[in-house]
T-cell receptor, first 111, second 115 residues
Framework: KNQVEQSPQSLIILEGKNCTLQ??????????LRWYKQDTGRGPVSLTI?????NTKSNGRYTATLDADTKQSSLHITASQLSDSASYIC??????????FGAGTTVTVRA | SAVISQKPSRDICQRGTSLTIQCQVD?????MFWYRQQPGQSLTLIAT?????????ESGFVIDKFPISRPNLTFSTLTVSNMSPEDSSIYLC????????????FGSGTRLTVV
């Protein structure tokens, strides 16, 4: 069973609208949680990274939250743009270098 | 942050042949990794590429099938050997170290189709 579960699997939103993606994890011991954006045919690009003590981190129109007690994270996209169409991957790392990847949420932004 | 150039970006190969994928980092990185990403799936770690020594493979992946080289701190190759259609996937390399601010920077991926 994957230690990082993302929901929804996919979503479609209209340009200018907001959306929130969810990530639940069971990885332990926890070191940090990252959100990546992966455009079709490209490698993942880091959006945010949060450690245990951080509960929110922003990168432009992307805001990530972390609740280390409930082992949940979310990624909020504000005022979506067509260029936000991509797969968003939640990645949790342990104290060693091993990463656990979620399957991703595919976001499609329509005009 | 470091930039990783990966090539080829895509290839269509005949079954039974081998393909070597290259990753070049524009700065030295301590660690390099190779992943496989099947459609709609998470990234799966194939192995950690160790400089000057044999790679460390994850369960389910073996050196004979996925030989890896890492001659220095900026370059690594992954070979997919004796390919079958089941090897059709996206292969990604990743690097981590001071040059990536200790995050993980990924190459752009190689989309492999085996026919």
């Amino acid at each position: 069973k994957n230690q990082v579960e993302q929901s929804p699997q996919s979503l479609i939103i209209l340009e200018g609208k907001n959306c929130t993606l969810q990530c639940n994890y069971t990885v332990s011991p926890f070191s940090n949680l990252r959100w990546y954006k992966q455009d079709t045919g490209r490698g993942p690009v880091s959006l945010t990274i949060m450690t245990f003590s951080e509960n929110t981190k922003s990168n432009g129109r992307y805001t990530a939250t972390l609740d280390a007690d409930t082992k949940q994270s979310s990624l909020h996209i504000t005022a979506s743009q067509l260029s936000d169409s991509a797969s968003y991957i939640c990645v949790v790392s342990r104290d060693d270098y091993k990463l656990s990847f979620g399957a991703g949420t595919t976001v499609t932004v329509r005009a | 942050s470091a930039v990783i150039s990966q090539k080829p970006s895509r290839d269509i190969c005949q079954r039974g042949t081998s393909l070597t994928i290259q990753c070049q980092v524009d700065s030295q990185v301590t660690m390099m990794f190779w992943y496989r990403q099947q459609p709609g799936q998470s990234l799966t770690l194939i192995a950690t590429a160790n400089q000057g020594s044999e790679a460390t493979y994850e369960s389910g992946f073996v050196i004979d099938k996925f030989p890896i080289s890492r001659p220095n701190l900026t370059f690594s190759t992954l070979t997919v050997s004796n390919m079958s259609p089941e090897d059709s996937s996206i292969y990604l390399c990743s690097g981590s170290g001071q040059a990536t601010n200790y995050g993980y920077t990924f190459g752009s991926g190689t989309r492999l189709t085996v026919v």
